[in-house]
């Protein structure tokens, strides 16, 4: 039996969260340039969305380039960006004929013109469909997003757009880029590793954080049921008592 058949479709996220790590690792077990190991991380892609498609995931949000990742070298670098353009090229199609809507968030505009030209037409071109909601991470890390949304809410105040008094937890998130997004649920991470790195720590405060020891490149459908399944096996109690939640 398929882990999909396991699933409650009543008790699927609404948004989930990838940290897609391990390309690196796993080219150099094939005997491969770290290159290749993104180029093969393609297919991740391709299996963990046509998953969530299936079972009603809302948003997928995958962390695709972190600015710490601007610190690698040179030829990884160029090969990544290269890798998102033709990426998006060859997916577009694909996109449009499952309803997927894509959409990014980072400091997009520290990419390269070619990426940011071929990001934009593929958003433009999937604005309007209903499904899935394909969200990268680009350049992106969570400090940068804070730190620019504290900037934004500063001048706010600074033009009286914003009474100080009035900022709450629904601000900051209304400042944020996610500001349109609902916080993750559930928080996937590969390869084994167990942090976060950067990724959405203001949005994962309660979200569930599930880690594999499978490299990106190798995980396939049923590995992202795996996750879906674990998550529903958890209880989420914000904070409360198991029998608080009980009488709610």
Known sequence: MSGKDQIDL????????????????????QGELRTFGHTSGVEAVREALTAAGEIGVD???LYAFSTENWNRPLAEVNALMDL?????????????DNEVKLTAIGNITSLPDKCQAELQKGILETANNQGVNLNLALSYS?????TQAISRIA??????????NEINEAIVSSYLSTANLPDPELMIRTSGENR????????IAYSELYFTDILWPDFRKEDFYTAILEYQTRERRFGKTSDQKETI
Do not use: Y
Not at 10 to 28: C, E, S
Not at 155 to 164: A, H
């Open 84 to 96: 998102l353009v033709s990426t998006i090229i060859n997916e577009i199609d694909s996109l449009k």
């Open 196 to 203: 976060i790195s950067n990724f959405m720590l203001w949005q």
């Open 10 to 29: 009543n008790n699927v996220p609404a948004h989930v969260a990838i940290i897609m790590d391990g390309n690196g690792r796993w080219a150099k077990q």
């Open 142 to 146: 969570s400090r940068w997003e804070i």
């Open 155 to 164: 001048k706010d105040v600074d033009l009286k757009n914003l009474n100080p």
């Open 59 to 61: 948003h997928l949000t």
